[in-house]
């Protein structure tokens, strides 16, 4: 299984991007989408997951209401929308999946991981 991801870019303050994140290979007949992101010498950090029918969402407390997951299995798909971005939000996203419907927070959870999109937040 890869996952490619995609959309990273710069971006104002308070401005928006959407990433995507495609799955190609067979990652199972139902598995969960997530988002994490890096900063250079921090830990990975959990952002967003999503069910395998889309009907779960768990978020960080730090982008609830700001960011949206959402998925599009019939393109083996998954987004995360990023609004009201701020320059905390700057760092490397990385898109995940897990074998399995059900969503998760914990990156040792996650089975395949997709190589990273910068995004960078100015103020």
């Known amino acids: 299984v890869q996952l490619q991801a995609s959309g990273g870019g710069l971006v104002q303050a308070g401005g928006s991007l959407r990433l995507s994140c495609s799955a190609s290979g067979h990652p199972g007949s139902r598995y969960s989408m997530g988002w994490f992101r890096q900063v250079p010498g921090k830990e990975r950090e959990f952002v967003a997951s999503?069910?395998?029918?889309?009907?779960?969402?768990y978020y960080a407390d730090s982008v609830k209401g700001r960011f949206t997951i959402t998925r599009d299995n019939a393109k083996n798909t998954e987004y995360l929308q990023m609004n009201s971005l701020r320059p905390e939000d700057t760092a490397v996203y990385y898109c995940?999946?897990?074998?399995?419907?059900?969503?998760?927070?914990?990156?040792?959870?996650?089975?395949?991981w997709g190589q990273g999109t910068q995004v960078t937040v100015s103020s």
């Open positions: 999503i069910g395998w029918s889309g009907g779960y969402t």
């Open positions: 995940a999946a897990k074998n399995g419907a059900g969503p998760a927070r914990e990156d040792r959870m996650y089975d395949y």
